[in-house]
């Protein structure tokens, strides 16, 4: 791996970075004012304080650049971290040279003078190197002329920060006499520029091959030329450290010119990428009790996002009264066009699964629809099964995804060591099978991405025998307890480590059909009709309808029994059947009322007058007026000798 | 259900609690027929009714068309939200005394 790749990898990686980076400088700044506190600005030259003020100034310039660019920074783009960095060693570089400027001269402090020469020396290597990376990253280089360079710059680089330390033994660059005066060595100290030079030039042949824009170009080398200018200064003239104060605004100087407008266009995609979660959240159902009228399963799923968009989805959906279908899926990429496929291919799975086919065709079509148009090499992996709620029966489809994870009733968490077709969205030909497994009533079913058991820490994955070991650790408690605990055990797993994947799961809890309990009789006795009501109250309290509504039509339920007890039958042991149901997608409320008494319709009755005084009203009419006016539609019909009423109400 | 009664003079009120439907309105019939004779003012206090079908309905008709016949007044009081919109559905709230 490049040097440049490795060192973005670690700054990007370590969150504490920008705020140490930031620490530094701030110590910089606050040595570097103790400093010319102690010593006090008489008795020095005037050149040097001149270059002393520069360079503080410098210092207070990254700072501030730095708090404005923070909010960048929590983006996570590795150039602000580069260019943090680069603004550190500057702030270290005029700090130095300001240390050496003041303790120039004193005697006594000799040695001081002579290890903060070095480290200003090194210092500046170690600066320009920095540069260079991140010129390389402004102009977006990477081509092989690039990594050679960066190679050479690296070696160089090396060399050239041991090079000042020589001086320890041999004043290859400078020498401080017994009063403590530095001085250059005449003959040897240009051998410090070669490395300013040598990245110069480097700048200059990078700048010419990069396709990067011609205003980015035009910026990197007017603004490197400040540097240059200050040290031709300086070399007529010691004491004129204009070097790192030039080379800091000139840094300044690109960053505003350049990397501002970046930030703008890095902040619109991150918008982007940001309405593009949005939207893949919203597209999952995330309203749980997902389906409160039901008693016969109880369903959770979760999606716990990595920081990019991912390609993960799960889904449920009723596809009709009896039949549950269920989905999980992980698709191959990640980010926004990962996104825009997962969507296409849950729409997908969804529609062909509502018209009506069963799993394996549902996955033959989906990937023959896929296949036919995917450039793009993406692929996703999907187990699909339907459940059906009155049988149990389980009919599942798997394309190379997680097996699942099933609990019988007496047993414990296992997994299904099911048949796997390739993945969807590859091989137009692929064909899938599709099994079946029984569900008993207490059966638990568990799905999952690849996300869970292949959560890490630094040692390894989270793995399957934890996963199990989690699960059956739940079991016994409700779908929604099992995949948020199980979450939190895989996060407590990665704990401080980056989440590099989507975690997502689903638990179904099959609690099997009972048919009574959409289905009542009772006898058509005025004396107690609540067995009638009392059941569909519950369903509709359950299912969380309004109160308001709940109360009209326990009302109106109440009025058509009533109305059946009192009329239908001439004998006492007439029988009221009961049928009712919510369907979900709509929220509506269905009921069928039947009796085997005597022809009669109750809605070919006429209403009563309620204009009319109490004198004049007769006493009766008023139920099935009650429930025409609470009904959002009621039908009779005369069947089989029957009389049937339908009714439906929006709940 | 359950009714209690509290008699000041010639003015009645009955303190109606629980469902007024139709198992437990012939109770409610009865007990009105019986206690209203000679009743000059009656109140129906409906704080603790919280629910009401048209069996109960019929009831408070006929309470009315007696008080009426005996030419007394009659008040319905302390009506919940719920049984105050069937009220207005069968227009009872023009009918009564709703107080």
């Not at chain 1, 791996?1 to 969150?15: D, G, S, V, Y």
């Not at chain 1, 501030?64 to 580069?82: D, E, H, N, V």
């Not at chain 1, 994955?461 to 989690?470: A, D």
Request: proline share 3%.
């Amino acid at each position: 791996m490049a040097i440049e790749t490795k060192l973005t990898i670690f700054l990007n990686k370590r969150k504490w970075i920008i705020p140490l980076l930031f620490g530094f400088m701030c110590f910089y700044l606050v040595l570097t004012i103790t400093a010319i506190e102690i010593k006090g600005f008489q008795n020095l030259d005037m050149l040097f304080g001149f270059s002393i003020g520069g360079e503080l100034c410098a210092i207070i310039v990254a700072i501030m650049l730095t708090i404005s660019i923070l909010p960048a920074y929590k983006r996570q783009s590795g150039y602000i971290r580069i260019f943090v960095t680069l603004l550190t060693i500057g702030c270290s570089c005029c700090c130095m040279d300001t240390l050496q400027m003041l303790v120039d001269g004193v005697p006594e402090l000799a040695a001081l003078n002579k290890v903060l020469s070095i480290f200003v020396f090194a210092n500046e290597i170690v600066f320009l190197f920095f540069f260079w990376l991140f010129v390389t990253y402004a102009l977006n280089s990477e081509g092989k002329s690039t990594r050679i360079l960066t190679t050479i710059a690296s070696l160089a680089f090396l060399g050239f920060t041991l090079l000042p330390f020589v001086n320890f033994f041999y004043p290859i660059y400078f020498t401080i006499s017994d009063a403590g005066v530095y001085a250059r060595n005449a003959s040897t100290w240009w051998i410090c520029r070669i490395y300013l030079v040598l990245i110069a030039i480097f700048v200059i042949i990078a700048v010419f091959l990069s396709k990067a824009p011609r205003k980015t170009k035009i910026i990197i080398l007017a603004f490197m030329f400040l540097p240059f200018t200050g040290l031709l200064i300086a070399r007529f003239r010691y004491g004129v450290s204009l070097l790192y104060t030039a080379m800091m605004i000139s840094l300044v100087m690109i960053y505003s010119f350049l990397f501002s407008d970046n930030e703008k266009t890095l902040y619109s995609t991150n918008k982007e990428l940001g309405l593009a979660t949005n939207i893949q959240k919203h597209m999952l159902p995330s309203i749980f009790p997902a389906f409160p009228g039901r008693k016969e399963f109880d369903v959770y799923a979760l999606m716990d996002p990595a920081k990019e968009v991912g390609g993960d989805f799960y889904d449920f959906f009723l596809i009709d009264d009896t039949h549950l279908g269920l989905v999980m899926a992980d698709v191959s990429d990640k980010g926004v066009p990962a996104a825009l496929f997962m969507m296409a291919s849950k729409i997908m799975v969804q529609n062909y699964a509502l018209i009506g086919y069963s799993p394996k065709e549902v996955l033959t079509k989906v990937n023959k629809q896929i296949c036919s148009n995917n450039q793009d090499e993406m692929f996703v992996t999907v187990w699909l099964g339907i459940l059906d709620l009155k049988t149990g029966i389980l009919t599942a489809s798997n394309a190379g995804h997680e097996r699942p994870i099933i609990k019988r009733p007496d047993g414990h968490f296992e997994v299904v060591n099911d048949k796997h077709g390739f993945v969807v969205g590859w091989l137009a030909e692929s064909v899938y099978s599709e099994y079946e497994i029984k569900l008993e009533k207490g059966s638990k079913l568990f799905v999952y991405t690849d996300g869970v058991p292949e959560a890490r820490d630094n040692n390894g994955q989270f793995g399957m025998e934890r996963t199990i070991n989690s699960l059956i650790k739940y079991e016994d408690l409700s779908p929604e307890e099992i995949c948020k605990y199980l979450l939190s055990d895989v996060n407590s797993f990665i704990g401080s480590n980056n989440q590099f994947d989507d975690i997502t799961m689903l638990c179904l809890e099959y609690r099997g059909y009972d048919e009574e309990e959409y289905h009542i009789i009772i006898p058509a006795n005025k004396n107690d009709l609540s067995p009638g009501i009392q059941p569909i109250v519950d369903l509709l309290e359950r299912f969380g309808s309004d109160h308001k509504i709940v109360y009209k039509v326990e009302v109106a339920v109440e009025e058509i029994l009533a109305n059946i007890a009192s009329y239908a039958y001439s004998t006492d042991d007439g029988e009221i059947d009961i049928k009712y149901h919510i369907e979900e997608p709509t929220r509506t409320l269905f009921i069928t009322v039947t009796d085997s008494g005597k022809p009669f319709d109750p809605l070919a009755k006429k209403d009563p007058d309620t204009t009319l005084s109490s004198e004049e009203r007769s006493i009766g009419g008023l139920g099935i007026f009650i429930v025409k006016n609470t009904m959002d539609d009621i039908k009779y019909l005369r069947k089989d000798n029957k009389n049937i009423l339908i009714m439906k109400k929006k709940v | 259900m359950n009714i209690k009664q509290k008699k000041e003079d010639k003015k009645l009120t009955l303190l109606v609690s629980g469902r007024i439907d139709t198992t437990t309105a012939p109770e409610f019939l009865e007990h009105v027929k019986e206690a209203v004779v000679g009743v000059e003012e009656l109140v129906l206090d409906f704080a603790d009714v919280d629910y009401i079908s048209s069996a109960g309905l019929r009831v408070i008709l006929f309470a009315q068309k007696t008080m009426n016949a005996q030419s007394g007044s009659m008040s319905v009081a302390h009506v919940n939200n719920d049984i105050m919109e069937t009220f207005e559905l069968t227009g009872f709230t023009d009918i009564l005394n709703i107080i």
